[in-house]
């Protein structure tokens, strides 16, 4: 099994500092659609880790959470093709939890349910907590300059992250590989 994990917002949808609270609020990156289908046509497994503290902030609610990936997944299902698990993290950031990025909790949680071992595989995102996570589990850490991405690689990220316009690049990479 050829198994990628990738984060949410600023990977495949637009980011907001104001949080994403809705569907309608949902916008998908250019290409991300696209590119998730491509990796799944190609025999590719395309999972989710994101944290979501707007959970725990009360923003949104879990149902709401679950409207966007039901949405998300039906985009994905429009090309043919299919989003594997998700995993998120509700949690603030001073809770204390082993799930929220940098914390490498949601990274396990999906090699767990894919009886996989995480090292080597490619954890793509675009902060230094979804790079920092991905290191933490011997992950290769993989950068996109979409979402915070840009303002990411100008931080001392980890040696050895491969760096990316978007995940159409890295889509196109894996297939292409």
């Known amino acids: ?56 902030r009360g923003y949104y609610n879990i149902a709401t959470m ?30 204390g939890c082993n799930c929220r990025k940098p914390k490498p909790g949601m990274l396990k949680t999906i090699t767990e349910y894919y009886k996989l071992p995480l090292a080597g595989l490619w954890f793509v995102g675009d902060s230094l907590d979804d790079l920092e996570a991905a290191q933490a589990v011997d992950c290769q850490p993989v950068l996109v300059t979409t979402g915070k991405g840009k303002k990411t690689q100008a931080k001392n990220i980890p040696v050895g992250t491969l760096i990316f316009e978007d995940l159409a690049a890295v889509a196109e990479q894996l297939v292409n590989k």
């Open 1 to 56: 099994m050829k198994l990628l994990i990738i984060d949410r917002d600023g990977v495949i949808n637009y980011d907001s500092k104001l949080y994403i609270k809705s569907v309608e609020e949902w916008i998908p990156l250019p290409g991300s659609i696209e590119a998730i289908a491509q990796l799944n046509n190609a025999g590719w497994t395309v999972a989710i880790a994101t944290n979501q503290s707007g959970i725990a």
């Open 66 to 95: 679950n409207a966007i990936h039901a949405y998300l997944r039906a985009l994905v299902a429009k090309l043919g093709s299919e989003i594997g698990l998700i995993v998120y993290c509700p949690h603030k950031p001073n809770q």
